[in-house]
């Protein structure tokens, strides 16, 4: 292990550079939320709770909102790289389970950046056919393969560096709020002209004899995917120009905005839409707002042009979430929670290209599992999956908020009495009260790929048992990022 030794120092010339100021956070921020999700799960939601289906947003926003303030209250205390992994270390000092933490957020951004592929996938395919370039819709394996080959494409994005990746967001994320503003305008143009019913914003109807509660509940769990993106900025931390005092404001600005655009999209959908004509899309994934600007303006040809701009918005959710996958990968093997290798940064781009290498196979074995061994839908298999990670990781981050005001040390920001409680008690409800509805492949492959952490776990306990003075867990919690 001597070269391991001798190549080290050298390493850590090679930083992360603080590319970020608040109006990059934020786009970085508004982008991620307003990606993938919304394309992905509306028909879902709908088919569950009917016209009603603004309601499961606006409650996984409330959830969402108080775990920001969670994050917001951490972040600002320990402006480190980590993220959840770190505030799981400071309170509860378990090395085991700072690395489960650390690896469910790893797995829960290629999760959903791999959700994101497929859809992109699917919009990319659906806009060849529209536009009569396909002569039949490809097979599963094309549109599979379709969606690896644009894993592979982000990984040489990423690989350029996070300032010329941050750009590419910025680009990305203008092109889909112009697409959701889009649906937002041609709904209530439609509304306008007399050929919606707003009155279906407060219809409940659901297909299953399922009762309000269940129904609506298992809706918000849907929803909550929708939702996340918030906390992936925490691990741009050390890319981002005084964090201490422009994450609170930035991010809350951008959970904002991102929860006022779900609501006239919702709003949109429902009123254009029909329940019928909902339930019938539900079967396609990804495909509600296409219908609502077909239907809503039928003389204009948006049916070409949307599945073209939908492939941007979800192209710009997986880019956030293996740029967050990788540096998180770096932060962690900083500090011997993963192999050292991983926190190797490129001399030259300064960007870490084993975690971006290592986060891209994972998401490309992802993609061939669920596609080729899951007879449900594969949007809804990984974005459950993700939803399922993330409610683990904010139910502990928020009891951590509780654990770490005992330690003395004071941030620039407060979550509100026992808001983090009441966070970690609602986040918990999502992931268990709706368990005997959920497609019961969602918890195999969370509970899969949390072993496969147990598994490197082991793997680095023994290689670092071989290196003298050197530990399977943080070694320098207060300069996890240098």
């Not at 307003?34 to 947003?57: E, K, N």
């Not at 920001?413 to 709706?434: E, H, K, Q, Y």
Request: charge should be neutral; hydrophobic fraction near 55%; charged fraction near 10%.
């Amino acid at each position: 292990m001597s070269a391991t030794s001798t190549e080290q120092p050298a390493e850590q010339h090679h930083e992360l550079k603080r590319v970020m100021g608040p109006k990059l956070l934020l786009l970085f921020i508004v982008g991620d939320i307003l990606g993938a999700g919304v394309y992905a799960v509306t028909g879902q939601m709908a088919a569950t709770v009917g016209g009603m289906v603004w309601l499961p947003f606006l409650l996984a926003f409330v959830v969402a909102t108080m775990t920001a303030l969670s994050y917001l209250e951490l972040v600002t205390k320990y402006p480190q790289a980590a993220g959840a992994a770190l505030y799981a270390h400071k309170a509860f000092g378990v090395h085991f389970v700072t690395f489960l933490v650390a690896f469910a957020v790893v797995c829960s951004g290629i999760t959903s950046a791999s959700t994101s592929a497929n859809v992109l996938s699917q919009n990319l395919t659906g806009g060849l056919l529209v536009n009569g370039w396909l002569d039949e819709a490809p097979s599963t394996t094309t549109t599979m393969l379709i969606a690896m080959a644009f894993m592979v494409l982000l990984a040489l994005i990423n690989l350029r560096g996070v300032g010329e990746s941050v750009k590419f967001n910025v680009i990305l994320t203008l092109v889909e709020m112009t697409a959701l503003a889009l649906v937002i305008g041609v709904g209530f143009w439609a509304m306008a002209r007399g050929e919606g019913d707003l009155s279906r914003v407060v219809t409940f109807q659901t297909a299953d004899q399922q009762s309000a509660f269940m129904a609506i509940t298992l809706a918000t769990s849907v929803a909550f995917f929708a939702m996340v993106g918030f906390e992936d900025s925490v691990n741009m931390v050390e890319e981002t120009h005084e964090p201490e005092r422009i994450f609170p404001r930035t991010m809350l600005t951008g959970l904002g905005i991102a929860v006022i655009i779900y609501m006239l999209v919702a709003v949109s959908v429902v009123a254009v839409l029909t329940p019928a004509e909902l339930a019938e899309i539900n079967k396609s994934e990804g495909r509600a707002l296409l219908e609502v600007v077909s239907k809503g303006a039928p003389d204009v040809p948006i049916d070409r042009i949307f599945p073209f701009l939908a492939v941007f918005a979800v192209a710009n959710t997986a880019l956030i979430n293996m740029l967050m996958a990788s540096r998180l990968l770096y932060g962690l093997a900083k500090q011997d929670v993963l192999p050292r290798t991983l926190a190797s940064v490129s001399p030259n781009r300064r960007a870490p290209w084993v975690g971006i290498g290592f986060s891209t196979v994972l998401a490309l074995g992802l993609i061939w599992y669920v596609a080729t061994q899951s007879d449900s839908p594969v949007v809804t298999q990984l974005s459950g999956t993700t939803s399922l990670l993330l409610l683990g990781v904010f139910t502990i981050v928020n009891v951590a908020c509780l654990v770490l005001r005992r330690d003395g040390q004071q941030g620039f920001f407060r979550s509100p009495g026992i808001t983090p409680l009441i966070a970690a008690i609602l986040a918990l409800a999502l992931i268990f009260v709706p368990w005997g509805e959920r497609d019961s492949m969602q918890y195999v492959i969370a509970t899969v790929m949390v072993l496969v952490g147990v598994v490197l776990w082991l793997i680095t306990w023994l290689t670092n048992r071989g290196v003298r003075a050197q530990k399977t867990g943080f070694r320098d919690i207060e300069h996890l990022g240098d």
